[in-house]
């Protein structure tokens, strides 16, 4: 009978690492295009049409708030216009192939595209750095010889630049510091210079709007409490909910430049809804019927491509990596891309099954449980180890789909836990908002009673209970070790420890976002780097040295506390890694360290794995 931790596993850090292929922002223009970031190319996002990449080993990537997003747009008369991640500058490629500079050479960032009406200009958000701060702007860039020009600017943030079908109007989202997307946008129509602000404020959260004709437009708001799609007369006379109901049809606005939804040839719109796990499904606007389509596929990403009767998007299901997709809706669906062939065995692959705990403070809180899976489970008798994923955001979402990452660890018999905290989007904008002044508090709360809820279950050693996270996840990992005694272990990557410095450290986006989380108190009672000295288990802290949301002095002020401490814990950095690992050797290194890290602290020896020194 082989220990939990020490099963042999197909499930390799190789295998995961090539799992973390991304697709994203597809387009149909004369065949389909995508955008694709590869591990095992650095990290490189490609631009790709029918399966063949144009500009072979050019890494096209936005880095407008950091986090990018669209980073192309394909044009009608062939060719493309892309950012090029080195300089940030806009690119046009002809259908020859010619590549030929739009925009000048002054460190000015670049996304969200579209095409103007008559094909001359793409309109986009610029962000630009300047001694004074951060401005934005929507900005139209020649794709001929030209000036840049600005067609809208005044406000900290802009997204879905969309002009309508007559060419007069262009509808755009705007939002100032100190909100963020979900918290509070506006929908903004420009009209021969002038802006008009025709539906939302601080606490109404607005977002892509599409044009159905030249006096009407679709859009989504939260002023139900929930993302909902809504139909608006440009003078903002008329509101009407297409399908109001307790789901979400949208996610929130980290990256730039995708939409949730679009129109089909036959006047219905292809939507993503849900809680939690986001489904296909076709939507009339006139009478409100929400139609799910029979896939395979039981999630979805928020950036869809609608043309015709045709719809790509990203899918995913429980045993079903994230791949790209197209979807006709006379029938039939196709895989177009997906970054693992052939899966090992099922019987190594984790399945799902939803747990609900109960907070401290009396509110219910939801987990999808992950049991070791392999063909030593039946054998291998007792309460197992587990880990307990805290996602980043912190308005992320965890979902069913399958993950290799998971799998890593549940093929050698540790459990995963991943927990849908306080704060987390897909639930309703009561449930983002449950975190705000709470941050290091209730998300804790909520990571804790999952993990008492599993030693209640009968199914996690309480002796052996991990707890891992990233971003603002690694925030809420190193609140709970400094603040309960819960957990065994716990590894963050590139998490914050301290507010102090954070605003004029990191990215203008998130600059006020950290104060609006923790609100009117003393920091020092809750961030963790105050109470390093109290930590409860060994730590290991993961951090890439180019981050510029999270800066490596997060890390590294922990982990000299954690030495002070006398704390066993283990440092590792990595040259050229920014905010979100993407390197397949560093994907690869951190596996392995989490695994020989999880040996050192629960008594097993993870065959083939190099360890790491905990100091």
Request: charged share 20%.
């Amino acid at each position: 009978m082989e220990p939990y931790g020490s099963w042999p596993s197909p499930v390799t850090a190789e295998l995961v690492a090539h799992g973390r292929r991304e697709y994203g922002f597809p387009q149909f223009q004369n065949g389909l295009w995508w955008q694709e970031r590869r591990p095992e190319e650095s990290g490189r996002t490609a631009i790709l049409h029918e399966t063949v990449e144009p500009l072979a080993g050019v890494d096209a990537r936005t880095r407008v708030h950091e986090y990018g997003g669209r980073s192309y747009l394909a044009l009608p008369t062939g060719g493309f216009v892309f950012v090029k991640e080195d300089d940030q500058r806009m690119y046009r490629t002809s259908a020859d192939g010619q590549v030929t500079a739009l925009t000048p050479d002054d460190g000015a960032r670049y996304a969200d595209f579209t095409l103007s009406l008559d094909g001359t200009e793409v309109w986009c958000v610029r962000e630009s750095e300047h001694a004074e701060g951060v401005t934005r702007a929507v900005v139209a860039v020649p794709l001929a010889a030209g000036e840049v020009r600005v067609l809208v600017a005044g406000a900290d943030f802009y997204a879905y630049p969309t002009p309508s079908p007559d060419g007069r109007r262009l509808a755009v989202v705007s939002w100032n510091h100190p909100r963020m997307p979900w918290d509070g946008t506006c929908l903004q129509l420009v009209q021969d210079g002038t802006t008009v602000s025709v539906l939302g404020g601080p606490g109404e959260s607005v977002l892509a709007p599409v044009w159905k004709d030249d006096s009407s437009l679709f859009v989504i708001s939260d002023r139900s409490g929930w993302w909902n799609l809504y139909e608006l007369a440009v003078d903002g006379s008329a509101l009407r909910p297409l399908c109001a109901i307790d789901e979400e049809f949208a996610q929130p606005l980290w990256e730039l430049g995708s939409r949730p939804y679009g129109i089909l040839d036959d006047g219905r719109l292809a939507v993503l809804h849900g809680r939690g796990d986001q489904r296909l499904a076709l939507l009339d606007p006139e009478d409100g019927t929400l139609q799910d389509l029979d896939l395979p596929y039981t999630t979805w990403l928020p950036a869809l491509a609608v043309s015709g009767s045709r719809i790509a998007g990203t899918a995913a299901a429980p045993d079903l990596p994230w791949s790209l997709v197209t979807v006709d809706v006379a029938g039939g669906w196709t895989p177009i891309a997906t970054p693992v062939a052939d899966l090992p065995d099922p019987i190594h692959l984790p399945r799902p099954s939803e747990l609900v705990a109960r907070g401290r403070s009396g509110r219910s809180v939801s987990a999808y449980v992950y049991p070791p899976s392999g063909p030593h489970a039946a054998t291998t008798v007792g309460p197992a180890p587990y880990v307990v994923f805290v996602h980043g955001g912190p308005t992320g979402h965890v979902g069913t789909d399958l993950d290799l990452g998971k799998a890593f660890f549940t093929s050698r018999g540790i459990g995963v836990a991943d927990v849908n905290y306080a704060g987390s989007s897909g639930y309703g904008r009561a449930h983002r908002e449950r975190l705000r002044g709470q941050w290091g508090v209730a998300d804790v709360e909520d990571v804790v009673a999952v993990a008492e809820e599993l030693v209640r279950a009968g199914l996690a050693d309480p002796a052996r209970i991990a707890v891992r996270g990233g971003s603002a996840g690694g925030w809420t990992v190193l609140a709970a070790i400094t603040a309960t005694r819960v957990f065994s272990a716990a590894t963050s990557y590139y998490g914050l420890s301290t507010v102090e410095g954070f605003s004029e450290e990191s990215h203008d986006f998130e600059s006020r976002y950290v104060s609006e989380l923790i609100g009117p108190v003393d920091p020092s009672t809750r961030e963790p780097l105050a109470r390093a000295h109290l930590t409860s288990c060994p730590v290991l802290l993961l951090q890439g040295l180019d981050d510029p949301v999270v800066p490596p002095s997060q890390s590294t002020r922990f982990a000299d506390a954690l030495k002070r401490a006398g704390v066993p814990h283990a440092y590792l950095e990595f040259p050229g890694e920014s905010h979100g690992f993407h390197k397949q050797e560093t994907i690869i290194r951190c596996l392995e360290a989490e695994l020989s890290f999880y040996g050192q602290c629960f008594g097993f020896t993870p065959p083939g794995i190099p360890p790491i020194d905990l100091r």
